[in-house]
């Protein structure tokens, strides 16, 4: 976490009054205090006894969440959700408006049959919230992935909406059955990135894909939201089966929708 982000997003929520020096002295070190106790029933973790770095990544995630930029959960662990809630954050701060993210469909439209278009997710899967929940199942992988943003730490387990969940776990077998797990490692396409997750698309304001439980990322970092071809990881050689796996099997890469955001496969078309 950049102390001075830190800083800036502990300011804007009226906890900190020093300055944005980036240096965590004492007023810092009890503003960070301070929030902890604030938001100590929505921390996903105990902040005692975990390292200073992971407790600066929950306050300040539990600063974004106040200030209206969604991280996900406050675990302290600085995923994708939480850096795009930072960007929001300060893209707000330096110009004093919202960022708009432009997902003008590509020229050449992608997916068909009985997938829904985004305009239709809200009839077919649902109401992003409690009905949502209710549709949502959880896939167990006969592999594990890596989780994006904590290495170290495995999963087998995908929540997705139910009508999405057979065509991801065949997608995902798939893929395994294609590249095996030590290649599957080297490029980085089992660094499984977050599925499920009830909040607002970034830079707009309709609800997320992943709202609806029909979108899934992968290794965020070289595939980012406003990134698109050549520069984009998986618009490389080495994944091009990837993608045309996905695709046949009903997940539309968003690198091939909108020609941003690779990290992002969905079961639903423009
Ligand atoms: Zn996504």
Redesign the pocket.
Known sequence: MNERHLQMLMAATGHYHGGIDGQIGPKSRQAMRDIEAAFRDRYTFDPTGSTEARREVAVAQACLDKLGHDPGAIDGWMG?NTTEALNGFLFKQATGKAEVIDRTPLAAPVGGGSIPTQAEVGRVYGSPGDQIKKRLVTIKLPFSLRIDWNLRQKATRITVHRDCADQLMAALVAVHAHYGPDRMRDLGIDRY??AYNHRKMRGGNSW???AYGC???FYAEPNGLRTQCPEALFCGAAYKDFLDIMQDHEWLP?IRLWGK?A????RARL
């Open positions: 994708n990135a977050g997320s894909m992943h979108a899934i990322d968003a955001d990290m992002h496969f969905q």
